[in-house]
């Protein structure tokens, strides 16, 4: 069992910054591939960017390309979402998720956290 535990959301203006946090705790960390997915009132779950065990792959959503990173800390336990440049269209809640797999597919994970809001004003 894994339990993670999203921080770091919060208010912002557009073409500000913010960077998620995700604890987690349980079993070895480092044997999962993280990522973070993001839901909006009356959407869908969506992907937004995942990062291998090891950190020797990422993939990102198109749309954060070029303003997002996501990054690990193994010693830490905890996944990070460098979030830069956003727009009222990344207003949602963020959820960081935990899986055997590195995936872009939200199916593949098998834990996830309660999520933290991001508000993005224009």
């Known amino acids: 069992q894994v339990q993670l535990v999203e921080s770091g959301g919060g208010w912002v203006q557009a073409g500000g910054s913010l960077r998620l946090s995700c604890a987690a705790s349980?079993?070895?960390?480092?044997?999962?591939?993280m990522g973070w997915f993001r839901q909006a009132p009356g959407k869908e779950r969506e992907f937004v960017a995942a990062?291998?065990?090891?950190?020797?792959?990422?993939s990102y959503a198109d749309f954060v390309k070029g303003r997002c990173t996501i990054s690990r800390d193994n010693a830490e336990n905890t996944v990070y979402l460098q979030m830069n440049r956003l727009e009222p269209e990344d207003t949602a809640t963020y959820y960081c998720?935990?899986?055997?797999?590195?995936?872009?597919?939200?199916?593949?994970?098998?834990?996830w956290g309660q999520g933290t809001q991001v508000t993005v004003s224009s």
């Open positions: 998720a935990a899986g055997r797999i590195f995936s872009t597919r939200r199916s593949i994970y098998d834990y």
């Open positions: 990062i291998t065990g090891t950190s020797s792959s990422t």
């Open positions: 349980g079993r070895i960390f480092s044997s999962y591939a």
